[in-house]
């Protein structure tokens, strides 16, 4: 399947493969990377109206929290269909730029440690549960999926365009 990043969910989680999903959000080799990064990196842009590397953080965890609030619903067999969430809204309404770095990323870092309690509480029927958001239907474990492929995403783009220039 060669997918692209306007695939939404399905391009998210194809980043993800079979990796076990549990795992993947217990692993620290992201936070590795990005904890190399320092306030002042942490502000460029590639381009002009591009996001800088603090808004990107904000925006992975303003995301992962969006998604696990529909992960809880979901497993709980909350059928409602939850909207979706604009992005540039989000991130052009926060104050991401003005925050240290360091306190961008530990944010994210307890965003995550909710959400691995969460994830370990869940049993394998609730992952299988279904939910709908925006457009995509789609079990418990794929949002699941869909949220650390979305970071993994952030990620190849931060290595690919910000911190090798």
Not at 14 to 25: G, T
Not at 33 to 60: C, E, F, M
Not at 96 to 113: C, M, T, W
Not at 117 to 135: M, V
């Amino acid at each position: 399947m060669n997918l692209a990043v306007s695939d939404g969910f399905p391009y998210y989680i194809s980043l993800v493969e079979a990796a076990d999903v549990k795992l993947a959000f217990q692993s620290s080799k992201n936070f590795a990377l990005l904890s190399t990064i320092t306030n002042d990196k942490a502000n460029y842009r590639y381009a002009p109206g591009k996001w800088s590397i603090k808004q990107i953080i904000g925006h992975v965890t303003d995301h992962e929290r969006i998604m696990t609030y529909r992960i809880l619903r979901f497993s709980r067999k909350d059928t409602t269909a939850l909207p979706g969430y604009d992005q540039d809204l989000m991130v052009n309404n926060s104050r991401f730029d003005q925050v240290e770095y360091n306190d961008l990323l530990e944010d994210l870092r307890n965003v995550r440690r909710a959400s691995v309690s969460l994830i370990n509480l869940l049993s394998p029927e609730q992952l299988q549960l279904r939910g709908q958001a925006w457009k995509f239907e789609l079990t418990v474990e794929d949002f699941l999926k869909a949220t650390i492929g979305h970071e993994y995403h952030h990620v190849k783009i931060l290595k690919e365009r910000y911190l090798n220039h």
